[in-house]
């Protein structure tokens, strides 16, 4: 590939980083998508066992996410129909309120099903914590396994 498509390739990666971190944008998806694009371009050993290390980094962190956030929020007692809840008000919020809507909608929508369901203020705002916690333990291990993709397909270039 020549040094124009590689840039080109390195932006699409950086903007689906970002995607990871802000959740707007499937981020892992875009770098996977560069990805493949530069190694179908490239052609080669090297390039398609940089798609390959890529798709089991971000394979793994898809899983690993959903594992560590569960076992966290099983041990905090929060329940998946809380989570519906906080996803609803979520979305819900989005659209009423741009860019912090999402947020504070799933938030708020945490804490109210907790508080419905546990009847304390206390016990609801530690399982509204619990689960700010696990989005944050999904962001960051969805994130690490987007870096490695990243950095494997950032080595390839250097190499070639």
Do not use: C, D
Request: glycine share 14%; proline share 2%; no cysteine.
């Amino acid at each position: 590939m020549n040094p124009v498509g590689e840039v080109l390739v390195g932006v699409v990666i950086a903007v689906g980083l970002v995607g990871v971190v802000v959740q707007v944008l499937p981020g892992s998806l875009i770098i996977l998508g560069a990805v493949l694009v530069w190694a179908g371009e490239t052609g080669g050993a090297l390039a398609w066992v940089t798609f390959a290390v890529g798709v089991l980094a971000i394979a793994a962190a898809s899983v690993g996410k959903y594992l560590l956030a569960g076992r966290h929020l099983k041990v905090a007692g929060v329940r998946n129909a809380t989570l519906v809840w906080g996803g609803v008000l979520g979305v819900i919020g989005f659209f009423v309120v741009p860019v912090v809507g999402l947020p504070l909608g799933f938030v708020l929508g945490v804490y109210a099903a907790e508080r419905v369901r546990r009847r304390e203020h206390r016990a609801a705002w530690t399982a509204t914590v619990a689960a700010l916690k696990a989005t944050g333990i999904t962001l960051l291990v969805e994130l690490a396994g987007a870096l490695v993709a990243a950095g494997a397909w950032a080595v390839a270039v250097a190499v070639t």
